[in-house]
């Protein structure tokens, strides 16, 4: 073993301890500060459809939902049934046997943990040695970037989104695209993000021709399919049924363009649907343009743009959905550094996204909605669109 390795372990044997005891003390001030009789937390629905299942019961009765409420001291209960494919609950039953408030710091502390360990992993794990100096900057600006506050304080589910992604980037990275493939299956646990994000990360594979991330892809779906059929033969019919209604209640009021044709078009549906279905053509195409044209897009690039365009043509997210930004934030300040007299610009640039987000919130305080958010996807995007178009190669004759 080199020296430098030694002290890489060195340092990463000292930091995961130090990490989780900040998270674990971090999670410990926000859950104690909530009261679950007047705050509104999205961990409480994760938690109880864990516990349902823990209990062999379904998540999906509205009679258990409200009675699991009721007994457990929660007041506020804005959906009356789990939103989200059975399989997910099966992630929460080891949470789901614990008290709710205990299980509550567990599962920011482990948000927090995962968000800071993805930002030191995605600079430390790059070729570049121009990378490695800006951790303290993607540090910085992850601590005041807003979809990552929300992603802890809310209880949310994006730390694990954004684990998955990151995961199967590296994996793919390492030449393992069966293993990549299955892992970023799972994002369909969330398939108002997976259902749009899966199939551009398909095109990629296809125009790379990786073929084994496909073998992945069916390992993966088929397990999830069947663990749920076994414990449920009916949860495909109850979740469309849940999954649909929300839909329809929340269209044209999330951070996309389909919130910012809502805006546009004061609220006419006719419009909403012609304004935010011809920029999502438009940003489609050119996405997809890049990815099929040049072979060459790295993973890094690739899952970037997957993740800016999904973020802004998803018919339905909000803003902690965002926090998975911060790889394409990453593959945007990586590009910056590597450009002559580009120090600066990758430096400031994660600020500069978080001065929007605060910028934003001052307007969207006014509409009572967060829908002006949808300009962050669309200004990230609009970045990693350049940096990828200037990092690719003509197309190769071998392909």
């Not at 998540?59 to 399989?87: C, K, Q, R």
């Not at 730390?159 to 369909?188: A, I, N, Q, Y």
């Not at 394409?328 to 430096?347: D, H, Q, Y």
């Amino acid at each position: 073993m080199t020296l430098p390795n030694r002290l890489g372990r060195f340092w990463l044997i000292l930091i995961i301890p130090l990490l989780a005891w900040l998270s674990y003390a971090v999670a410990i001030r926000i859950v104690n500060s909530i009261d679950y009789q007047k705050d509104y937390s999205d961990f409480v629905p994760f938690w109880l459809a864990g516990n349902l299942v823990a209990n062999g019961q379904s998540p999906y009765d509205t009679a258990l939902w409200v009675d699991g409420y009721a007994g457990n001291g929660v007041g506020e209960m804005i959906d009356h049934s789990f939103l989200y494919p059975l399989p997910l609950a099966f992630f929460f039953v080891p949470l789901g046997m614990l008290p709710l408030r205990a299980a509550h710091v567990l599962w920011v502390a482990a948000t927090l943990f995962i968000i800071l360990g993805v930002t030191l992993a995605l600079p430390l794990t790059r070729e570049s040695p121009k990378a490695k100096p800006l951790l303290i900057h993607l540090l910085i600006g992850v601590i005041f970037f807003r979809p990552a506050v929300l992603s802890v304080t809310t209880g949310h589910i994006s730390g694990l989104l954004l684990l998955l992604l990151v995961g199967s980037l590296f994996l793919f990275e390492r030449d393992k695209p069966f293993w990549g493939g299955f892992l970023f299956t799972f994002l369909m646990l969330k398939p108002n993000l997976g259902a749009v994000l899966i199939p551009l990360l398909v095109i990629w594979l296809l125009r790379r021709k990786m073929t084994h991330a496909f073998w992945g892809m069916a390992f993966a779906g088929l397990l999830m399919l069947t663990a749920g059929l076994l414990y449920d033969l009916h949860w495909l019919s109850e979740y469309w049924q849940v999954g649909s209604g929300k839909l329809a209640q929340t269209f044209g009021f999330s951070p996309t363009v389909w919130g910012l044709a809502h805006l546009t078009c004061n609220q006419q549906q006719s419009c909403v649907l012609a304004v935010g279905g011809v920029a999502a053509i438009v940003l489609t195409g050119l996405v997809l343009w890049l990815l099929v044209r040049f072979p060459h897009v790295t993973p890094l690039n690739a899952f970037s743009l997957s993740i800016a365009l999904t973020l802004l043509i998803t018919p339905y997210i909000w803003t902690y959905d965002q926090l998975l930004l911060l790889i394409p934030i990453a593959t945007i300040i990586f590009f910056f550094s590597e450009r002559k007299g580009g120090l600066i610009p990758a430096a400031l640039f994660f600020l500069a996204v978080d001065f929007l987000a605060v910028f934003l919130l001052v307007y969207n305080t006014g509409l009572q909605v967060e829908i002006l958010n949808g300009f962050i996807p669309l200004v990230i995007l609009g970045f990693a669109l350049y940096s990828t178009r200037r990092q690719t190669h003509p197309p190769s004759s071998e392909y």
